[in-house]
């Protein structure tokens, strides 16, 4: 295998270490978020994603208010509202880390929302479930409602979970569980694997993706839970279907096909198109590997034969070559995001769509703020 893991944390001759090292990294995690601001900021990162941003803020603030009581307090133990104060934290944690470069790591951190998700989904279609899993000691929550158990449980119900199975595994097997396939996991054109944060288009637009899936829903869930007032449920039902509009069909179940094609092939070509068509850079290079290796003491002209010192210029310049090609390919990425978003489907949007349509519906038919059993809300909507 290649040797293509890098770190952040070379610098020079001598290797960071002790709290140069930590502090190094973090520095260049906070140089990614302000990186990604800015990409946000200034409209770089497509029509979609950055709305998706947006409106991910937007449910976070409701679902905060909920879970302090902003509207009103229950008395009733502020169960639903400290499991939504869990869900929010573990979406900060996740949106933390996405800023930050860790995009696997911020998939460990959206599993938890999506356990969570799960979880109020099944107390919304019966309540006694709430009542039951309250009572039980954590230990026994876990036998009785741990992950299988819930989405078994949904399904049971005639329900589809809103995180599938398929969407789990794969949040824990590559944001949380080492595996063949998670070790070598990366999001990168070249397929390089950085040790430490790194900035990736593709990383960030699967875990906003992935957490908008998760968190429109929630939405819903959480103002049945609470009994919100019709007017709040409108509210809630609203910002799910904002985030539903814009969230696109990618993410950790099928971006592989997806970004597949964005990666090896398109390294090879952009490599080659530049051999055709720009010798003279190419020549550039070449001279300035040379000097390079000259100045670093590594082209001992007098030793070297001429076969061995062509051989180290055309493997310096070939790298030079593959950096600036990979370097351009990442501007490029940009533009793709933008296309990407533009162009990918909506399927499993619309079924999410179905479920908020139906509790639109509700709402309008509703002449009181009660909210009988969500099942009435909670329509089953067709599986892709
Ligand atoms: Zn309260």
Redo the contacts with the bound molecule.
Sequence with gaps: MDDNTDTNAASGEAFLKGKDLIRNEQLLEDEITALTDYLFDTSQLGIYTPQIYEQLGNSLSLLTQIA??QW????SG?DI?AILRRFCNATLAALRLMNAGLYEEALGQTRNTAEIVNLLELFCLNKSNLEEWKKLSSKEQWKRFGPVKVRLAIENCGEQPVVTENLYSKLCEIGIHISLPSIYQSYEINRALIVGGHFSIQGLIIVLNTLAQIVAPCLVFAGVLVEASKENMRMLTEASQSLLNVKRDIDLTNYESFLTEQKVQRIHEAVNEKLLKSWPKVQELGDEAYNELIQEGKLDTDKLSEQEIRQAVIERAGNKLLENTRRDLQNKDLEWAENASKFAFERKVASLMHMIEKANEQIQNTQNSDHESVDKLYQPHETN
Excluded at 72 to 75: D, E, F
Aim: with cysteine.
């Design positions: 302090t009581c009103g307090c229950r008395n502020h509202e």
